[in-house]
């Protein structure tokens, strides 16, 4: 009988021992996929405070962030951006449609672009000069 009780408290330790085992190896992995998500997502661009798609003024500012990035472009000229990832770029506007197109990459050679359409009709001058 004695023997009985010691090979079930073995066989108690030894599940418990492998249940905290599984426990702690799916706790890293988690950790592993929490901390890697920034380079699984990819190049972010996000805009703040978005201009309207009319404008009388001919220049306008774009700013945003951008994360996980290593290049910045508007337009296919590069910009940067501060510590943060924030960025603030003006943008001359031609007579018309014009298409703000700002492009990422990041490090593994991922893209991601962000395209917003804008139109420039000029403020009529006053018919007395």
Do not use: C
Not at 32 to 53: H, W
């Amino acid at each position: 009988m004695a023997d009985d009780i010691k090979i079930t408290q073995i066989d108690f330790r030894t599940i418990l021992l492998v249940l905290i085992s599984l426990f702690l190896i799916l706790l890293i992995v988690g950790y592993i996929v929490f901390q890697a998500r920034f380079l699984i997502a990819g190049p972010v661009i996000s805009l703040s405070n978005e201009p309207a798609v009319q404008h009388n003024e001919r220049t306008i500012y774009l700013s945003g962030t951008a994360h996980n990035i290593t290049h910045l472009w508007l337009n296919d000229r590069p910009i940067f951006t501060d510590a943060a990832g924030e960025f603030n770029e003006a943008l001359v506007l031609e007579n018309g449609y014009t298409v703000a197109t700002l492009r990422a990459r990041d490090r593994f050679g991922r893209e991601t672009r962000v395209e917003r359409p804008f139109v420039y009709t000029p403020a009529s001058l006053p018919k007395n000069l």
